[in-house]
C-alpha cells in the first residue's frame, strides 16, 4: 500500500510516498528556515504564503522521485492538527483537493503523534509498549503506545517546549535561528560545567518545565557581562565572546539534555517498555541520544536526523497505521484544529 503523506502544519512544505508504512519511496521538503531567520523566528503569514506557493510542486516532485503515478497511489494522509492555522489550512486544502479530483481515501493524522513513526520507516519497527520522547520546536511529551493509536500521555512540559527552549536561549546568545543546530554545534567548542544551571523537577510526575532554565541562562549571561537584571536581552550578544557563548550553548544544552534523560529514565524504570524512541526536531540533538543511550539499558535504533525534523514520511507511515484500523475521512468535511493535544487523539 502506497501512501502519499503531505505535511504543512509549521514552516516545512513536505510530501512524501512510503510503502507499506516502511519503505521511503520519496522524501521532498520545501524548508522556510532562510526566510523566516531574517525575523528569528516563524512568521504565520509569512509561513503561510510560502506554503501555497510550494505545496504543488512539492507533491509533484514527491511522485515524480518515487516514480509514480496518481495511479499507483492507494491514499493520501495529511496533517490537519496542531499547528499554525494557515498553514495546516494549505496542506489541508491541497490533499481533500486532490482526494476529490483523484478518488482517493484521505486520512487525518496527528503532527505530534507522526513525529513517533519517523521511528517506523525501519527494516525492525520497535515493538510495543513503546515510551516515546517526543521534542520539538512546540511539544515536550513523554508517551507510553501500548498500540498504533492506543496511547497514555505519562507527561508534558508545564511551560515552554524545550526546542523552543533552544531557539529562544540561542536568540539569546547571539546564535542564529533555528537555535537547535546552531547550540549543538556552538557547544561542540564549549565546556558543558562552565556555567551550573537548574534542572527542574517535577516531583512525582513526568512533567518538564524550562522556561526556569531559560530565564536561568538570562541571567547567568547578564551577571557574566556585568550588567543587571534590567538590561534588554536583545543587546546582550554583542557584549559576549566566542568563548563566553560556547560554553552557555554548552551549558545550557547538558543541562536540557539530562533534564530530559533524567524524566524518561525513571518512566523506563516504572513501565518496562520494550522499545524507547525519541522524535520530534530535538531527537535530532548527538548529546540527546548519547546520553540517553548511555543511561538507558536498552538499544536504542535512532531515526535518520532528516526524519526528526517536520517531513511528510512520518505523515505517510502513520497514515498507513492508520488506513489499516480507521475509515477515511469524508475529504469534504476534513477541519484543521490548530491546538490539539495527543491526549484527545488516540484512535485504536
Ligand atoms: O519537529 P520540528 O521540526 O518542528 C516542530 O514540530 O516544532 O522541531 C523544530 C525544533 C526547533 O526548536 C529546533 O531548534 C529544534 O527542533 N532542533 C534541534 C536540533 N535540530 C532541530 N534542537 C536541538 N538539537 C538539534 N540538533
Ligand atoms: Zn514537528
Same mark, same amino acid.
Given at each position: 500500500?502506497?501512501?502519499?503523506?503531505?505535511?504543512? %502544519?509549521?514552516?516545512? =512544505?513536505?510530501?512524501?510516498?512510503?510503502?507499506? +508504512?516502511? #519503505?521511503?519511496?520519496?522524501?521532498?521538503?520545501?524548508?522556510?528556515?532562510?526566510?523566516?531567520?531574517?525575523? !528569528? !523566528?516563524?512568521?504565520?503569514?509569512?509561513?503561510?504564503?510560502?506554503?501555497?506557493?510550494?505545496? &504543488?510542486?512539492?507533491? &509533484?516532485?514527491?511522485?515524480?522521485?518515487?516514480?509514480?503515478?496518481?495511479?499507483?497511489?492507494?491514499?493520501?494522509?495529511?496533517?490537519?492538527?496542531?499547528?499554525?492555522?494557515?498553514?495546516?489550512?494549505?496542506?489541508?486544502?491541497?490533499?481533500?483537493?486532490?482526494?476529490?479530483?483523484?478518488?482517493?481515501?484521505?486520512?487525518?493524522?496527528?503532527?505530534?503523534?507522526?513525529?513517533?513513526?519517523?521511528?517506523?520507516?525501519?527494516? =525492525?519497527?520497535?515493538?510495543?509498549?513503546?515510551?516515546?520522547?517526543?521534542?520539538?520546536?512546540?511539544?515536550?511529551?513523554?508517551?507510553?503506545?501500548?498500540?498504533?493509536?492506543?496511547?497514555?500521555?505519562?507527561?508534558? =512540559?508545564?511551560?515552554?517546549? #524545550?526546542?523552543?527552549?533552544?531557539?529562544? #536561549?540561542?536568540?539569546?546568545?547571539?546564535?542564529?535561528?533555528?537555535?537547535?543546530?546552531?547550540?549543538?554545534?556552538?557547544?561542540?567548542?564549549?565546556?558543558?560545567?562552565?556555567?551550573?544551571?537548574?534542572?527542574? @523537577?517535577?516531583?512525582?510526575?513526568?512533567?518538564?518545565?524550562?522556561?526556569?532554565?531559560?530565564?536561568?541562562?538570562?541571567?547567568?549571561?547578564?551577571?557574566?557581562?556585568?550588567?543587571?537584571?534590567?538590561?534588554?536581552?536583545?543587546?546582550?550578544?554583542?557584549?559576549?565572546?566566542?568563548?563566553?557563548?560556547?560554553?552557555?550553548?554548552?551549558?545550557?544544552?547538558?543541562?536540557?539534555?539530562?533534564?530530559?534523560?533524567? #524524566? =524518561?529514565?525513571?518512566?523506563?524504570?516504572?513501565?518496562?517498555?520494550? %522499545?524507547?524512541?525519541?522524535? +520530534? !526536531?530535538?531527537?535530532?540533538?548527538?548529546?540527546?541520544?548519547? %546520553?540517553?543511550?548511555?543511561?538507558?539499558?536498552?538499544?536504542?535504533?535512532?531515526?535518520?536526523?532528516?526524519?526528526?525534523?517536520? &517531513?511528510?514520511?512520518?505523515?505517510?507511515?502513520?497514515?498507513?497505521?492508520?488506513?489499516? @484500523?480507521?475509515?477515511?475521512?469524508?475529504?469534504? @468535511?476534513?477541519?484543521?484544529?490548530?491546538?490539539?493535544?495527543?491526549?484527545?487523539?488516540?484512535?485504536?
Amino acid at each position: 500500500m502506497k501512501i502519499l503523506g503531505i505535511e504543512s %502544519s509549521c514552516d516545512e =512544505t513536505a510530501a512524501s510516498v512510503v510503502e507499506d +508504512g516502511r #519503505v521511503l519511496l520519496s522524501n521532498v521538503v520545501n524548508s522556510q528556515i532562510d526566510i523566516h531567520k531574517l525575523y !528569528g !523566528g516563524v512568521v504565520p503569514e509569512v509561513a503561510a504564503r510560502s506554503h501555497i506557493e510550494v505545496i &504543488n510542486p512539492v507533491i &509533484n516532485q514527491a511522485l515524480t522521485d518515487a516514480n509514480l503515478t496518481w495511479d499507483d497511489i492507494d491514499g493520501i494522509a495529511v496533517t490537519y492538527a496542531p499547528g499554525l492555522i494557515g498553514s495546516l489550512l494549505v496542506g489541508t486544502l491541497a490533499a481533500r483537493t486532490l482526494a476529490i479530483l483523484k478518488n482517493k481515501p484521505l486520512y487525518p493524522i496527528h503532527h505530534v503523534e507522526a513525529h513517533v513513526y519517523a521511528n517506523f520507516l525501519n527494516e =525492525t519497527p520497535p515493538e510495543f509498549p513503546m515510551l516515546a520522547l517526543i521534542v520539538s520546536g512546540g511539544h515536550t511529551q513523554l508517551v507510553l503506545f501500548r498500540g498504533h493509536g492506543d496511547f497514555e500521555l505519562l507527561g508534558q =512540559t508545564r511551560d515552554d517546549a #524545550v526546542g523552543e527552549a533552544f531557539d529562544k #536561549v540561542a536568540k539569546m546568545i547571539g546564535l542564529p535561528y533555528p537555535g537547535g543546530p546552531s547550540i549543538a554545534k556552538a557547544a561542540l567548542v564549549g565546556d558543558p560545567h562552565a556555567y551550573k544551571l537548574p534542572k527542574a @523537577k517535577m516531583s512525582g510526575s513526568y512533567d518538564f518545565s524550562f522556561s526556569g532554565l531559560k530565564t536561568a541562562v538570562l541571567r547567568a549571561v547578564q551577571r557574566e557581562v556585568g550588567v543587571d537584571i534590567s538590561f534588554p536581552s536583545h543587546d546582550l550578544p554583542a557584549l559576549l565572546g566566542d568563548v563566553q557563548r560556547a560554553n552557555f550553548a554548552a551549558s545550557f544544552q547538558y543541562t536540557a539534555v539530562e533534564t530530559l534523560v533524567d #524524566v =524518561t529514565q525513571r518512566a523506563y524504570q516504572e513501565y518496562s517498555p520494550k %522499545s524507547v524512541v525519541i522524535a +520530534g !526536531g530535538v531527537a535530532a540533538n548527538q548529546e540527546l541520544r548519547k %546520553s540517553l543511550s548511555k543511561r538507558l539499558p536498552i538499544h536504542i535504533d535512532y531515526a535518520p536526523i532528516e526524519l526528526c525534523t517536520d &517531513n511528510g514520511a512520518m505523515i505517510a507511515t502513520l497514515g498507513y497505521y492508520y488506513a489499516s @484500523k480507521k475509515e477515511p475521512i469524508d475529504p469534504y @468535511k476534513l477541519e484543521v484544529i490548530p491546538s490539539l493535544s495527543m491526549t484527545k487523539t488516540a484512535w485504536a
